[in-house]
T-cell receptor, first 114, second 111 residues
């Protein structure tokens, strides 16, 4: 266990549904990240939050909407997704704003969009 | 454009063999390079390399960074079936929060 938890672990949704992914870190870190991992592609950074402020948005479509209410929790709100959005969504956290720090990953949410 | 190339893409060895995994990179903001092991779940952290030429070791695993030639290697000695996984390298972390991940090397260790 890395101290980063994600729920749900698996999610199947239709293209018109709205759902949210949740991440919680118990490490006292100040930065949190969302990554997308598609089959046979490298991990792609989606969003970075440092001290609850979004510091990076990697040209992610607006159908993905992050929320960071405090430094321990991170959400990814999903709406009107496309089948190509099916992937493993990984949350990570790091100490002190993340620059040059090791990132610790949660177990991921396996998302399937029908 | 940032680029990370890992080689080989996949590797099949027998238990007891030694393997060397390669990671070459070109990134605009570099502070450190991370190595991860990924089995059927989230990546687990192996090493963080910041300085050239200093080997980091953890059990049968070791890694070294060459900041002049822009590459890193990960060595695994006396491989075991439990080493079967995808090994990811990720340079970056400087200037922005971004680490650029390679596609990984898929290692399979046969009993």
């Amino acid at each position: 266990e890395t101290g980063v938890t994600q729920t749900p672990r698996h999610l199947v949704m239709g293209m018109t549904n709205k759902k949210s992914l949740k991440c919680e870190q118990h490490l006292g870190h100040n930065a949190m990240y969302w990554y997308k991992q598609s089959a046979k592609k490298p991990l792609e950074l989606m969003f970075v939050y440092s001290l609850e402020e979004r510091v990076e948005n990697n040209s992610v479509p607006s159908r993905f909407s992050p929320e960071c209410p405090n430094s321990s929790h991170l959400f990814l709100h999903l709406h009107t997704l496309q089948p190509e959005d099916s992937a493993l969504y990984l949350c990570a956290s790091s100490q002190d704003g993340g620059r040059g720090d090791t990132q610790y990953f949660g177990p991921g949410t396996r998302l399937t969009v029908l | 454009e940032d680029k990370v190339v890992q080689s080989p893409l996949s590797l099949v060895v027998h238990e007891g063999d030694t393997v060397t995994l390669n990671c070459s990179y070109e990134v605009t903001n570099f502070r450190s390079l991370l190595w991860y092991k990924q089995e059927k779940k989230a990546p687990t952290f192996l090493f963080m390399l910041t300085s050239s030429g200093i080997e980091k070791k953890s059990g049968r695993l070791s890694s070294i960074l060459d900041k002049k030639e822009l590459f890193s290697i990960l060595n695994i000695t006396a491989t075991q079936t439990g080493d079967s996984a995808i090994y990811l390298c990720a340079p970056g972390g400087g200037g922005t929060y971004k680490y650029i991940f390679g596609t990984g090397t898929r290692l399979k260790v046969l009993a």
